[in-house]
């Protein structure tokens, strides 16, 4: 028997299911049993989630031990589900158990109202209190059967949660009401009767579950709409016959067509049509995206325009909608740090708990000057058992990570784990790739020179027909730029040691440039490192740097103040002569993202010091930290060394995340506190990155560290409401406030701040909801 592994699972990692943990006890006491399954390196449960992550040494223990150790606990293991059928079937047991949990408590508030009214409402009449067990006892053994049945499996397994004190509380309530209503005269006072209390406490409590699942739900729904943008259907083209098909019977290589307004089922490669897509699912970006012939389209994105038919790429797990899903649902899995100290605490609360209950039980009994010591001893004890709340403890961080998982993936950035989440809120420094994170990383012309006589059109027509036979990055600049500007032209072809000219679509202009369909390159060659040559029209060409010039006897000199403000600027200057005679240069850069100096200036804003990591020039690297207002450039660091830089840094006190492409940059990304690679629209599971900008703009930078203070901010306002409710109402639920007021808590006061305590954690996660991630 194996478990299933998700999209993106560790092979070193087992992931499934516990069913029936209800605080941060029960993770205490699973975790602690699958620990000592042999084989088990480390283990993470998460009460929000109900997944535990077991992670395993070299020799992995068998999957029938760790179930084993989960049910020698009391509770369930179940394998997660993988398929949309198992999903289905997970969803509607779910739906299932929740409406059974409504339908107890819509029972149980009616009963105790009238309870509530019988007993405290002044009526008295023979048989009051028969009456008052009637309605009791459906409300607590019928619609609380499950806290009992709970603390029955805990105490069969030697341990204690939340349901012990729940069922030892209001199990106290009503024995004592049953014995004093059936033999009220073996009470030396008045017999004690707290049906209200029982029924009320169970109401509140269940109230108090109903509004907690809502609520939780609620924090998963990222991972439901990222599901529900995967279409269920496709129309697929087989044997020349358009077919509907199941999205799950798709394989690769078939041949899908999309309509506008329709959803791309699964990853592809167009090969026939022409469309826009909207990408934002993906990206969080609103602008469509142009689609035509080769252009790769993702699964759940949105075809607009035009209509497009595709060959399947990718299909089922291996889709980037079903990688993504996989990785929003690991890291809404996994546990910050910050959770140990609930995780430490946890293991001790309920027994010490149970005992600050005996305690404060004795002391009322035995010690205190009251009329009726026994009758306020109990209501102490109960009241303590009761408002205990080690649940609220659990929620406290898994609920806010799985809000903010959901949040950062619906604006395209994906977090690895919770870890990294808090990581990212404490940095200091952020290190920056050049090319392809804050520039485009594509050679892109910037300007261009003539000299007198010469045309732009000319020049282009010129460099692009000698470089189009070259596979320079700088030539493959010229080209693109002069299929802007030229008029559209066939492309061209090169035969032997001749490479035939593109006829142009319409007439050339009257100058030295207009050609006929019959021009060609001849004596096309390059010189390595300098540029390249041949003939058009008779005329030598030449296209290449200052250098090529200078030793081809042509003086470069003539531009030499605009070839010094170009250099000066981080550009690389291209030459262009033609029979000795210079006729212009045309810059080329890699140019700056539109979006990375506001990225920068958002980041300084938030007080963080950023850097450039480069292995470009120096003097490039700072034109281009110049334009978007970089604090510091460490250039011309050979890849290898970029990782020691990083370490440099670490070692002078700071806390670094490095963003880049995910590949060069990997040392880097894995040595820095926080990695974070820039994506390329389909590229969502870069292994050494922690988090991912899958649009690649790197204002997501700042998104992510803004989304990670504020979850910090709320993990840390979750743990002391949790923390604060208990320091304070167990004292107060025992009665030490009780010989300055003359007051004391009542139990059913006390189900109700319990209930109130786990569902305000949950609802003060869910406002991460409303966080915008632009700083």
């Not at 993470?44 to 992550?53: D, G, I, K, Y």
């Not at 506008?260 to 995206?289: A, F, H, K, W």
């Not at 109700?752 to 406002?767: E, W």
């Amino acid at each position: 028997m194996t478990a299933p592994a998700a999209a993106g699972d560790p092979q070193d990692e087992i992931r499934f299911l516990v069913e029936g943990m209800h605080c941060a006890s029960c993770v205490s006491r699973v975790e602690s049993s699958l620990q000592k399954v042999p084989g088990v390196t480390d283990v993470s449960v998460n009460l929000a989630t109900r997944e535990a992550t077991v992670r395993c040494s070299d020799a992995p223990p068998d999957v029938d031990d760790l179930k084993e150790a989960v049910e020698r606990t009391g509770y369930t293991w179940r394998e997660r589900p993988q398929t949309r059928e198992e999903r289905a079937t997970h969803d509607h047991e779910h739906a299932h158990s929740g409406r059974q949990q409504r339908l107890r408590l819509a029972v149980a508030i009616p009963l105790a109202i009238a309870v509530m009214i019988l007993q405290m409402g002044g009526f008295e009449f023979a048989g009051k209190n028969w009456l008052l067990l009637v309605l009791t006892l459906p409300v607590v053994l019928w619609c609380g059967a499950s806290f009992f049945i709970g603390a029955v499996k805990a105490a069969r397994h030697g341990g204690m949660d939340m349901n012990t004190l729940i069922a030892v509380g209001t199990g106290t309530a009503l024995v004592t009401s049953i014995v004093g209503t059936v033999a009220p005269g073996i009470w030396p006072g008045a017999p004690p009767i707290h049906y209200d209390a029982a029924a009320m406490i169970v109401t509140f409590l269940l109230l108090g579950r109903v509004l907690e699942d809502r609520a939780r739900g609620e924090t998963t729904a990222a991972i439901d709409k990222l599901l529900d943008l995967q279409p269920h259907t496709a129309h697929v083209l087989r044997n020349g016959q358009e077919q509907v098909v199941p999205v799950d019977e798709l394989g690769t290589g078939d041949r899908i067509v999309v309509r506008p307004g329709e959803r791309i089922p699964v990853d592809g490669r167009v090969v026939q049509g022409r469309s826009s897509v909207d990408e934002s699912m993906l990206t969080g970006e609103s602008i469509p995206v142009s689609k035509e012939l080769d252009d790769e389209v993702v699964g759940g994105t949105v075809n607009q325009s035009g209509s497009l038919q595709f060959e399947a790429t990718r299909v089922g797990d291996a889709t980037t909608l079903a990688q993504i899903v996989g990785l929003v649902r690991d890291a809404q899995g996994s546990k910050a740090p910050i959770a140990r100290l609930a995780d430490r605490i946890s293991g001790y609360f309920v027994p010490t708990v149970v005992g600050i209950a005996i305690v404060t039980f004795l002391v009322w009994w035995l010690a205190a000057p009251v009329s009726d010591p026994l009758q306020m001893a109990l209501l102490a004890g109960v009241s303590v058992l009761i408002i205990a709340c080690p649940c609220a403890l659990g929620l406290a961080t898994p609920t806010a990570v799985m809000v903010a998982m959901g949040k950062g993936a619906e604006s395209g950035l994906l977090i690895r784990d919770g870890a990294a989440l808090e990581t990212a809120a404490h940095l200091e420094t952020i290190v920056f790739d050049k090319t392809g994170t804050l520039t485009q990383g594509e050679p892109t012309v910037t300007d261009v020179v003539t000299a007198d006589g010469v045309t732009e059109q000319e020049l282009f027509e010129l460099s692009a027909g000698i470089e189009e036979a070259s596979e320079h990055p700088l030539g493959r600049a010229i080209v693109r730029r002069a299929a802007e500007i030229l008029p559209k032209k066939e492309p061209a072809s090169v035969t032997g040691g001749m490479m035939e000219l593109p006829v142009l679509n319409s007439p050339a202009p009257e100058s030295s440039s207009a050609r006929n369909q019959t021009d060609a390159v001849e004596e096309f060659g390059t010189v390595s490192g300098r540029g390249a040559h041949g003939r058009m029209d008779g005329r030598l060409v030449r296209v290449g740097s200052e250098q090529f010039m200078s030793e081809s006897g042509i003086d470069p000199a003539v531009f030499g103040e605009v070839v010094e403000r170009l250099a000066g600027e981080g550009k690389s200057v291209v030459y262009v002569a033609a029979d000795d005679r210079l006729l212009g240069l045309i810059a080329i850069a890699d140019t700056v993202k539109p979006t990375a100096s506001d990225a920068v200036r958002r980041l300084h804003g938030m007080g963080l010091r950023t850097v450039m990591l480069t292995g470009d020039r120096k003097r490039t690297a700072e034109a281009i930290a110049s334009q978007v207002g970089i604090d510091e450039v460490m250039a011309e660091v050979l890849p290898g060394d970029k990782r020691d830089r990083i370490v440099e840094l670490q070692q002078n006190g700071r806390r670094v995340a490095m963003v880049g492409d995910g590949v060069n940059d990997a040392p880097a990304l894995a040595q820095a506190d926080v990695g974070i690679a820039i994506g390329s629209g389909t590229d969502v599971a870069i292994e050494a990155a922690d988090m991912t900008l899958v649009s690649g703009d790197p204002r997501g930078v700042g998104r992510a560290v803004a989304l990670s203070r504020a979850t910090l901010r709320t993990v840390k306002q979750n743990l002391f409401f949790a923390f604060i409710y208990n320091i304070v109402g167990i004292p107060l639920a025992a009665g030490v406030l009780y010989p300055v007021t003359g007051w004391l808590l009542p139990p059913m006061f006390a189900a109700a701040a319990m209930a109130a305590s786990s569902v305000s954690v949950v609802t003060n996660s869910l406002r991460l909801r409303g966080f915008s991630p632009d700083v």
